[in-house]
């Protein structure tokens, strides 16, 4: 651990992903708190005011307010939540789901290798804006879906990943006596191959937490993830669109907001993967 | 080779029946079709009539033979809000998609490969620092932001360039643009760390020690064998410039399959979904399919480990 902060710590780009992402947590942890205003009360007086850095009135809106009336800052702050939410639940059904089909298809390997990693091809026929587009468009949209959606898109990766790692481990020495020892498959999968699975693992969810951001705020954007009136940052985007003349703000800072958490999960997952292990560097 | 080639074949038409059948599978995830297709408030009669013309009160297994037969012909049913064949709705849109998709991927890759080649060759200059900063905040700007702020300085802000719509090509550089950036970020990147890689390689050493001019060098020995990554990362960034020309369609109101389907998908005209993404798949394992042929004719090992 005292390694892992040390290098994190030389490494500039490594530690900047980081805070970002510390950052991003605790705020979505105490979005109620931190937010200056309440997110969804509407002030129709107020309407489009542009940011001030004024510290005195009530009228303050650091980062200016939307079409009717609701501070930007706390909309940012109270979507910064449904982002966590939705993306932390994605990427942990997606990884379950795929790190569980991946230790069966490198374990068992034969027929049963041959079918999950058939699916996992087929599924990436489809671009998977597409492939959540067409699940969307039966289920209708929903937070539950969306993230249902999102985690259906990500396993493939998970399930590559942990059956190299699988195929690898099979046959190396400690898992071999525990089978000479007489332990069953499913003891020999958690016990002994399923922790060494999961540095892998964890370096593939991080840069996935940076796809399923974006891919969940595109389809709020589309109109077809996060439903108002809560709070999203692709849905606050989208909203800005039909002001981008007269209000800048409303698009721009949810816009910032996204790039930043985009890229600070981008630049820890590249560090984490260099630092954890240089060879998964094919991994995207 | 031709080995290599049947196979690739093989696996590309298991691929548009994976497609079809992941199509078939969605369109059933409710259980009832119908309830799906017809507008809400439709009677239990209307709903009972609309199963049977559709055929959904057969065995599913007929259903999904009779939708495969129907599919490959291109026969997604009629489109509910057009009242007219949902493929032939989507195919009037497909060249407006195609033309946008082709030009990005030129610029994307013009623009990519420069600043991968810059950064690769500078290294240690504030100019890579520069390019590397851009690419990464480029990999992490989603493409509908980037639209958002094309638009606010180029069309708002300067009035230089039409916000959105379809005609001149003063339409088409504004949407072209945002995807092109996209991909770019990513070709840059990959082309840059591939580059680094090989400038250490002994061949590249010797080239060197012979006295060979630089240019010729970088351009005979690294950037040649640099690029076959950036070609392997085609099919990926097909990917991804479909599912980008969705997103910018739909911003820049460009009248391709893109925006057709998100509209489709509001609307609830489910065949024109259904068609829209069978079309677009189609053409992302049509581009694997060359990419993965070419590549084996660029690179004599990956057909010999098949």
């Known amino acids: 651990m005292k390694r892992f902060l040390h290098h994190l710590v030389a490494s500039r780009a490594g530690l900047f992903g980081a805070i970002c992402v510390v950052l991003f947590v605790a705020v979505s942890i105490g979005a109620p708190i931190l937010a200056p205003k309440d997110p969804l009360k509407i002030n129709l007086a107020d309407r489009l005011a542009s940011p001030t850095l004024s510290l005195s009135t ?23 939540r449904v982002t966590l939410i939705v993306a932390a639940t994605a990427v942990l059904l997606g990884g379950a789901m795929g790190i569980s089909l991946g230790l069966v298809a490198g374990y068992f390997g034969g027929w049963i290798e041959r079918i999950i990693m058939r699916l996992a091809d087929l599924q990436l026929s489809i671009p998977l804006l597409l492939f959540a587009l067409i699940v969307i468009a039966v289920l209708g949209p929903s937070l539950v879906n969306l993230v249902i959606v999102l985690a259906l898109t990500g396993w493939t990766r998970f399930a590559r990943i942990t059956r190299g790692e699988v195929l690898s481990l099979r046959e190396r020495e400690f898992v071999l006596s525990a089978k000479g020892a007489g332990a069953g498959h499913l003891r020999i999968l958690f016990r002994h ?64 907001a996204i790039v930043l958490i985009v890229l600070g999960v981008n630049l820890l997952g590249d560090w984490m993967r260099d630092f954890f292990d240089p060879k998964l560097s094919g991994v995207r | 080779m031709s080995r290599y080639v049947l196979f690739r074949l093989g696996e590309a038409l298991i691929s548009v029946w994976g497609l079809l059948t992941i199509i078939f599978v969605a369109a059933r995830l409710t259980g009832d079709p119908a309830l799906l297709m017809l507008p809400i408030g439709s009677t239990e009669a209307q709903l009972a009539e609309f199963r049977h013309q559709m055929g959904f009160d057969r065995p599913l ?163 040649r064998n640099a690029l076959i990554p950036v070609v392997t990362m085609l099919g990926i960034l097909a990917g991804e410039l479909l599912s980008g020309a969705v997103v910018a369609e739909t911003i820049y109101s460009w009248p391709g399959v893109g925006s057709l389907i998100i509209l489709a998908v509001q609307s609830k005209d489910f065949p024109v979904v259904q068609a829209g993404v069978a079309i677009i798949s189609l053409n992302f394992i049509l581009i694997n399919l060359v990419v993965d042929l070419t590549y084996g004719l660029l690179d004599p090992r990956i057909r010999i480990e098949r």
Not at chain 1, 216 to 244: C, I, K
Not at chain 2, 87 to 94: G, I, K, Q, S, T
């Open chain 1, 58 to 80: 009530v009228g303050n809106y650091p980062l200016g307010t939307d079409q009717i009336g609701r501070d930007i800052l706390s909309r940012i702050i109270s979507g910064s």
């Open chain 2, 61 to 223: 297994w007929e259903q999904y033979v009779t939708f495969l037969i129907n599919a490959v012909q291109g026969d997604f049913g009629e489109s509910l809000l057009h009242q007219r064949p949902a493929m032939e709705v989507v195919l009037e849109r497909f060249p407006a998609t195609l033309q946008l998709a082709l030009t990005a991927l030129v610029m994307g890759a013009v623009i990519g490969l420069v600043t991968g080649f810059v950064a690769a060759l500078k290294r240690g200059t504030i100019l890579e620092l520069l390019a590397m900063t851009l690419a990464l905040l480029g990999q992490a700007t989603p493409i509908f932001w980037l639209g958002v702020v094309l638009i606010l300085v180029f069309a708002v802000q300067l009035g230089w360039l039409p916000a959105g719509g379809y005609g001149t090509l003063a339409h088409l550089v504004l949407p072209a643009i945002t995807l092109a950036l996209f991909i770019s970020a990513s070709i840059a990147r990959l082309l840059r760390s591939s580059m680094i890689e090989i400038l250490k390689e002994n061949y590249i050493r010797t080239a060197f020690a012979k006295g060979l001019i630089i240019r010729r060098i970088h351009m005979h020995h690294t950037a």
């Open chain 1, 193 to 256: 191959i399923l922790p060494n699975v999961l540095t892998a693992a964890i370096v593939v969810a991080t840069l996935e937490l940076a796809r399923v951001v974006i891919l969940e705020s595109a389809l709020s954007f589309l109109g077809l993830g996060v439903q108002p009136p809560n709070a999203s940052w692709g849905r606050m985007l989208a909203d800005g669109r039909e002001y981008v003349a007269t209000a800048w703000w409303l698009s721009t800072f949810p816009g910032v």
